[in-house]
Structure formats: structure tokens, C-alpha cells
């Protein structure tokens, strides 16, 4: 009986001490995961600081270049602007940094490239002023003095084909014709009447081909002549090119040939 008793209590002790020792090791995982999650926390606590620092780092930084004076902002624009520049091929190596970063250098330089291009413009502007005044004469215009103003516009934009352009006076005594780039036949009325002139003093027109052009004159009952003065007759120049002479209302000579240009 007494041995029954003591064998159930060892039993019992041995259950007591078994469910003990799985309380002690439950409560040594709470406590390694309190302490766990207390260094966690810690470590985040840490990283936030570190990152609140930098931010407030970086603030200052931006407040201070803020409060740059603007002498030095220019300056430090200028510095950058010449590195710039002076790593392209436009400028003198005589120009370019050698060493350092200083603005002093800096300006030293700007001013160099400044008087060496107020040098290059004066030379510039004296070239192009001795080539004003060397250039050579052109021609503007020719000038015919008619008797009839309306003829002779007919004759030379119907029948030589010639273009009319605004002209300034507008008084009914003028009529501008374009007669190539830039140049112009001014026909001016007042004469008194027609006179001769010499054949070989005239003006010259080019036109697509000879034959052409003496077909519009038979339309329009126009006479012509050569060279020779032989009548509806066609020339041919040594170098191959037809010509024709005729008189313009007010007797002027005029040739037209197919020359090319």
C-alpha cells in the first residue's frame, strides 16, 4: 500500500516537473522575443535618426546655397560657362585654363576673349568697308525717252515679254520694266518725236529660241532684219548664236538673240 502511494507521487512529481520545465521554456522564448523585438526596435529607431540627420544635413545645405550672395552665384556661373567654352576647339589654347579654378583667372581670361572680340568685329566691319568702297560699278537700270508711253510699254511687255514693276512717281510719265536681277528699263515719256540711231548702240534680249520669237513678230506684223540689214532674215553669230535686229516704237534698236547663259 505505502509502496503504491510513493510510486503514483513520483509519478505525479515526474508530470509536475515535465509540465515545469515546458512553462520555463515557454517563458524563455517570450522573453528571447522580447528581447528581440526590443533591438529591433532600436535598429529602426537608429535608421530613422540617421535618415532625419541627412535630411536636415541636405536642408542646411540647400539654405545655405540659398544664402549665397549673388556676386558669388555669377561667379560661380561665370567659372562654370568658361569651362565650358573652353573645352571646345573656338578658342585659343593661349586662352584655356591651365590649372586651378580660381575666379580671378577666370575673369582675366573673359576679358582677353572680350577685347579679342571687339578686335575681330573693328576688323570685320573695316574689311567689309573697304570691300564697299572697292567694289565694282553694276548695272541698275537703262533709261529710253519715248514719245508715246503706251506704245512703247506695249511694245516691250507684249512683245519682248518683259515683266512691269512698281515704279515711285506715279504721274502717268513712267513705266519700269524688270530686265534681270536686280536691273531695270526705265521708260520715260517727253520726246518730241522718233529719231535714228545707230544700229550697233542697243539693248540686247535673250529669248528661248530665235525662230519662236520671229513667229510672234509675223503674228503681230512686225518687221525684222540681220546683221546685214537683209529683211526677215536670221543671223548666225561665229560662236553659233542667232540674232536679229528690230526698231522699238520710237526707233530704238533693240537685238534679240538665243544666247545662253
Not at 575666379?103 to 581670361?109: A, D, G, L, R, T
Not at 525717252?145 to 503706251?150: A, C, N
Not at 537683209?230 to 548664236?241: E, G, P, Y
Request: with cysteine; proline share 3%.
Amino acid at each position: 500500500m505505502i509502496g503504491m502511494q510513493c510510486g503514483r507521487g513520483f509519478s505525479e512529481f515526474r508530470l509536475f516537473s515535465r509540465k515545469g520545465a515546458e512553462i520555463c521554456f515557454f517563458f524563455l522564448k517570450l522573453s528571447s522575443a522580447i528581447r528581440r523585438k526590443g533591438s529591433l526596435r532600436d535598429e529602426y529607431n537608429a535608421k530613422r535618426s540617421k535618415e532625419t540627420k541627412e535630411n536636415t544635413i541636405a536642408s542646411d545645405l540647400i539654405i545655405k546655397k540659398r544664402r549665397v550672395p549673388n556676386s558669388r552665384r555669377v561667379r560661380n556661373s561665370t567659372l562654370l560657362y568658361y569651362q565650358i567654352l573652353q573645352a571646345t576647339t573656338l578658342f585659343p589654347a593661349s586662352l584655356r585654363l591651365r590649372g586651378g579654378n580660381s575666379s580671378n583667372s577666370v575673369y582675366c581670361k573673359m576679358k582677353k576673349i572680350t577685347c579679342l572680340s571687339i578686335l575681330l568685329f573693328a576688323i570685320l566691319g573695316f574689311t567689309s568697308n573697304l570691300q564697299a568702297q572697292t567694289a565694282k560699278a553694276h548695272l541698275n537700270h537703262v533709261a529710253l525717252y519715248v514719245v508715246d508711253l503706251q506704245k512703247s510699254t506695249v511694245f516691250y511687255r507684249d512683245i519682248i515679254g518683259l515683266d512691269t514693276i512698281p515704279e515711285p512717281f506715279h504721274d502717268g510719265a513712267h513705266t519700269w520694266l524688270k530686265i534681270g536681277p536686280g536691273q531695270a528699263m526705265h521708260i520715260i515719256a517727253g520726246a518730241k518725236a522718233p529719231k535714228e540711231y545707230y544700229k550697233n548702240q542697243h539693248n540686247c534680249f535673250s529669248v528661248p529660241s530665235v525662230e519662236a520669237f520671229t513667229e510672234k513678230l509675223k503674228k503681230n506684223k512686225m518687221e525684222w532684219e540681220d546683221r546685214d540689214g537683209a529683211k526677215m532674215a536670221i543671223t548666225v553669230r561665229v560662236d553659233n548664236v542667232k540674232q536679229i535686229w528690230l526698231r522699238d516704237p520710237d526707233g530704238y534698236w533693240v537685238e534679240i538673240n538665243d544666247a545662253k547663259d
